[in-house]
């Protein structure tokens, strides 16, 4: 298994379950580069809180949607921390669609976080294969455990987007098998709830439909980040964790 300690990641989307995993990744000696878009003060405590666990950390600002942003926070995050040996992208909107609402502006939103894993996948690859060997990076994309068998009302564009990231994570572990890099994906259910989802609804209609009828486990899934990061032969795979989600589905979502 690998060590992580000492080696550089690059964390993007780092709110929410984002500040989980860069505390984990810290506690583990890992090297942090966190990536916003707008967030700027946000990032900043973030980097602050962990500044003591950390030897080297980093802020970097861009838009995964621009190839340019992209080639440049890899190239940063290579220099800046020394190296770079992992990617976690978390970095997604969870737009609501309604079935009447659908239109190409819609399915061109959600699909700019697909095109934003591809990007971030394709050029830290590109950097990652310059590694020693033979494990010479991972990357973590972030998908959802609806986007397979059970999909729910309201969320076409999104979950359409999440699937596409579930085979990309598939396709990109083939092509990068040669080089070394392992490529992953987590698959979460409801996960701390969003600012427009009533309480109520959260609760009765989403979370008490679940089997284990509790959200997904953000301190699990930065446990799981820091299991697949250290493993050396596990890769093209999306692991659910859900509560169990994934099994019955939800039908409608508000």
Do not use: C
Not at 94 to 104: G, K, W
Not at 146 to 173: D, I, S
Not at 208 to 223: C, D, G, I, N, Q
């Amino acid at each position: 298994m690998m060590t992580l300690e000492g080696k550089g990641a690059l964390i993007v989307g780092a709110r929410r379950i984002g500040g989980s995993v860069v505390r984990r990744l810290a506690e583990e000696g890992v090297n942090l580069a966190i990536s916003y878009r707008n967030s700027a003060m946000e990032a900043e405590t973030l980097r602050s809180s962990v500044a003591g666990m950390a030897k080297r950390t980093a802020l970097i600002q861009g838009d995964l949607t621009i190839e340019t942003d992209v080639k440049r926070m890899v190239a940063s995050a290579n220099t800046e921390l020394g190296n770079l040996s992992f990617v976690v992208n978390m970095a997604s909107e969870y737009p609501r669609a309604p079935f009447e609402t659908l239109d190409a502006t819609a399915w061109d939103t959600a699909m700019a976080d697909a095109k934003g894993s591809y990007l971030l996948t394709l050029h830290a690859a590109r950097v990652m294969e310059n590694n020693p060997g033979p494990t010479r990076g991972h990357v973590i994309l972030f998908g959802d455990s609806a986007a397979g068998e059970t999909p729910y009302t309201n969320y076409l564009p999104y979950l359409t987007e999440k699937a596409a990231v579930h085979f990309m994570t598939r396709a990109f572990a083939v092509e990068l098998s040669a080089k070394g890099i392992l490529v992953n994906t987590i698959a979460p259910g409801p996960t701390m709830r969003p600012p427009d989802i009533k309480e109520s609804v959260w609760e009765q209609g989403i979370i008490a439909r679940t089997p284990l009828r509790r959200e997904s486990s953000v301190a699990e899934m930065a446990e799981l980040v820091v299991t697949i990061l250290k493993s050396e032969t596990m890769t093209g795979e999306i692991i659910r964790v859900d509560a169990g989600r994934h099994l019955v589905g939800l039908g409608d979502r508000e």
